[in-house]
């Protein structure tokens, strides 16, 4: 059974940093695809990074430059490091893992509860 969960949320002022974690079980993120999504209310869920199997990374450009997407094999798990933060990055984060061929250009089959992320100006 594959489990996501996340953790690391919280509020903080703009300009702020948080690292958020998901730890997997039930899967191998070496050969998955994993990322990260958010969903703010009144708005459709969007994906804010990934990273592939190879480690390759992937951001949506609102956050380029700002935050980081790193795994760790060993533990099996998935972070997000966000640095600079805007009013505009508050929404409930959401770890995912595509498991069944590994592509991150597929639709992700296994998500997280989600942890929230609230960011005052």
């Known amino acids: 059974q594959v489990q996501l969960v996340e953790s690391g949320g919280g509020s903080v002022q703009a300009g702020g940093s948080l690292r958020l974690s998901c730890a997997a079980s039930?899967?191998?993120?070496?050969?998955?695809?994993m990322g990260w999504f958010r969903q703010a209310p009144g708005k459709e869920r969007e994906r804010v990074a990934n990273i592939n199997r190879a480690g390759t990374t992937s951001y949506t450009n609102s956050v380029k430059g700002r935050f980081t997407i790193s795994k760790d094999n060993a533990k099996n798990t998935l972070y997000l490091e966000m640095n600079s933060l805007k009013p505009e990055d508050t929404a409930m984060y959401y770890c995912?893992?595509?498991?069944?061929?590994?592509?991150?250009?597929?639709?992700?089959?296994?998500w997280g509860q989600g942890t929230q992320v609230t960011v005052s100006s």
């Open positions: 995912a893992a595509e498991s069944l061929y590994g592509s991150c250009a597929l639709q992700y089959n296994f």
């Open positions: 039930g899967l191998i993120m070496t050969r998955s695809c």
